[in-house]
């Protein structure tokens, strides 16, 4: 949908693009690592443009042209199967070189990955930019996390080591526990954040001794080429295997080989459950998954409304709301519901919106053109039942763009109501009393998080201990966010299933081990000299 041309201002001139933020070289991805060799793909690609258009008045229909940012490979199942043998060879039945390395080892593997990342954040900022439309100062942000959270998941890993060094007696036995590789992982981040939490599934299954294949996300895949000389020359063969594809073509297959030990993926809970039905014995496949949310803003009468509209937009508008953390429902208390809505409308008319080097724009192009006509499909079934967009030119169009639309009232009748838009839409509802905004949550199918603005204690308490049986985290007076990244990050219902943080993350991708010997100082001796320096 292309209806408001007038927005094609937004697009750059080519000479108008910074040399701070430069058009990428094209890349013409070939090299793919399986097995310790880059290996060249001959086969058929798919080129990415990107979301961001050049303005050029003779070329194209309005004066608006893509930007071709390069190609990737369109792989099968032949390669597919043939990563999958690689990983099953390194593993070696948990006998492998990586998973008998001492942990120490595989740290300092770890540790030389993060250097080399380190030496490539211009490239992966700049093609953040480019690829998926994120603001430059949060590109950087995704580039600083995702090292943050290696070296905090490497310091939990010496932490852990130093816990656990010697055996401890129990009712007359010795025991020495540790944790041991599940075997191969299938590791499968987002596009919205493509670098960061691709890492955060990938780094703790390589620490815990898994092998690993893993598949960049659709956007944002260029930038995961940068990084394949290092990923060779540190981890021995087998040990990382990167695809690229279709998920019919090159993930089914891997999931109906029964082979694949862990999944570890962030997306749709319609991709996970394809994934996982494919397995021919469950019980054996370990899920690690981040799916959808429809997180929920409660706003009570006492609030403090310039900080409720602030974080309300912050979390419900951050990267254009592609966030699965975002706030995606806004349920504001009646007595102060014309009050709010006028300051939300007023608040998200002044962001500012352009390309994304711009200093402090806050709406951006949107990585993929099936997202707005999802997101326009939600609008029009809304306004079709009585819905009304609240702000100025809210919900307009043009190209790969699209204003932030503050909708009201929203009604269970209408999918925005259900439906996860993950996207520049603001859904808001008034309640009159609190069990109402309760109900929403309890009869959502997901369960992530909630933020409660107010200040009474008595309510915020009620609410708080209510609301903490319905999603996994309450943020008082405060967006919802992932973050720190100590803290447990999991979700109930449809939302999730397992935990990832720093140490959680570590314990998905492995399990428990210990071995077991009657107390006396012989054996205490035996099973010292049986972990030293080894176990994990």
Known sequence: MDNNPSLATIFPTPDQVPASCPVPEASEQRLYLCAGRLLTWGGPVREVLSPLYLAAPEQGEGGLRPVRLGSYPLMGEREAVAALNAALQAYDGGLGEWPQMSPCERMARLQSLAERMRGQRARVVNLLVWEIGKAQSEAEMEFSRTLDYLEATLAAMRQREERVAEPVACRGV????????????????????????????????????????????????????????????????????????????????????????????????????????????????????????????????????????????????????????????????????????????????????????????????????????????????????????????????????????????????????????????????????????????????????????????????????????????????SKCRRGPDILPFTARKDSAEGTVSVVEALNACSVDTMVVAGDCGENRQLLTAIFEGWAG
Not at 229 to 247: H, R, S, T
Not at 416 to 426: I, K, M
Request: net charge positive; hydrophobic share 45%.
């Open 174 to 477: 010795l025991v020495r526990g540790s944790r041991a590789p599940l075997g191969v992982a299938l590791c499968l981040g987002p596009s919205n954040n493509p670098f960061y939490e691709t890492f955060t599934i990938l780094i703790p299954a390589l620490l815990m001794g898994n092998t690993v294949i893993y598949k960049p996300p659709r956007l944002g895949v260029l930038l995961h080429g940068l990084l394949l000389p290092a990923l060779k020359e540190l981890f021995p063969p087998g040990v990382i295997n990167i695809l690229y594809g279709e998920g019919e073509d090159v993930l089914l297959p891997l999931m109906r080989s029964g082979k694949i030990d862990l999944l570890a993926f962030i997306g749709s809970g319609r991709v996970a459950d394809l994934l996982r039905r494919q397995h021919p014995q469950p019980r054996r496949l370990r899920c690690l998954l981040g799916l959808e949310a429809k997180n929920a803003a409660i706003v009570l009468a006492d609030a403090d409304l310039e900080n409720a509209v602030a974080e309300t937009v912050l979390g419900a508008l951050g990267f254009n709301g592609q966030r699965c953390t975002a706030l995606k429902m806004v349920l504001v208390e009646e007595g102060i519901g014309p009050t709010f809505l006028e300051k939300l409308v007023k608040a998200v008319e002044e962001l500012p919106g352009g390309m994304p080097w711009q200093p402090g724009v806050r709406i951006t192009p949107l990585p993929e053109p099936a997202r707005i006509d999802y997101l326009v499909q939600l609008l029009e079934d809304a306004l079709a039942k009585g819905a009304k967009v609240v702000n100025r030119g809210g919900g307009r169009v043009c190209r790969t763009f699209m204003t932030p639309a503050v909708v009201f009232p929203v009604t269970p009748e209408m999918r925005l109501y259900h439906e996860e838009q993950f996207g520049p839409l603001v859904p808001v509802s008034f309640f009159r009393k609190e069990g109402d905004a309760t109900a929403y949550l309890r009869h959502s199918r997901f369960g992530q998080q909630v933020s409660i603005f107010g200040r009474e204690e008595k309510r915020i308490v009620r609410l708080a201990r209510s609301l903490l049986n319905l999603v996994c985290r309450v943020n008082v007076n």
